[in-house]
């Protein structure tokens, strides 16, 4: 049972549109969302993340768009840089608080490729 | 530099062959975790460990092992490594589960 939902394998986009990447999740538990972006050869990295109580958070480039009632958020890359070419990966966070073991649960990640 | 070290980065070995793979942060983080990335399934948690001495079960643990004696290592034993095992395999540390996770550069093992 997958609990957090990347439904597209892959993206292409021309370099300086936006790329938007999505994912959906189940759990009405995840109160924070995390986005990690990993280059081949490379572990991931963090890339912007979300709390549960905002419905946007901006890092130059980068805006992560969270929509609580449609389980939905989603990634906005503007504009998109040959250099952002990486599988982007989104978590959920599952905290012990709330009765869930504390973890991140992981996406299966979108493949995004940025032509120049 | 804050980091997390896995050591091999590469590895090929045999079936039934006890492996080792080590895994080192240098950020005093009290949650470490071990993932494998495998071709369409993305990151699974194998093990994790909330602190010394404290390890848990993650989503596909079976065919594997940890210890956490020292807060800083966390080492992920293979006893009798399969052909299933072949995969890409992180480690990770926080401060909390719930936070940004650091990653280290990933092995990559094949069992034969």
Sequence with gaps: ?116 | EAQVTQNPRYLITVTGKKLTVTCSQNMNHEYMSWYRQDPGLGLRQIYYSMNVEATDKGDVPEGYKVSRKEKRNFPLILESPSPNQTSLYFCASSQRGYNEQFFGPGTRLTVL
Excluded at chain 1, 87 to 97: E, N, Q
Aim: some cysteine; hydrophobic content about 30%.
């Design chain 1, 1 to 116: 049972d997958q609990q957090v939902k990347q439904n597209s394998p892959s993206l292409s986009v021309q370099e300086g549109r936006i790329s938007i990447l999505n994912c959906d999740y189940t759990n009405s538990m995840f109160d924070y969302f995390l986005w990690y972006k990993k280059y081949p050869a490379e572990g991931p990295t963090f890339l912007i993340s979300i709390s549960s109580i905002k419905d946007k958070n901006e890092d130059g480039r980068f805006t992560v768009f969270l929509n609580k009632s449609a389980k939905h958020l989603s990634l906005h890359i503007v504009p998109s840089q040959p250099g952002d070419s990486a599988v982007y990966f989104c978590a959920a966070s599952d905290p012990l608080t709330q009765g869930g073991s504390e973890k991140l649960v992981f996406g299966k990640g979108t493949k995004l490729t940025v032509n120049p």
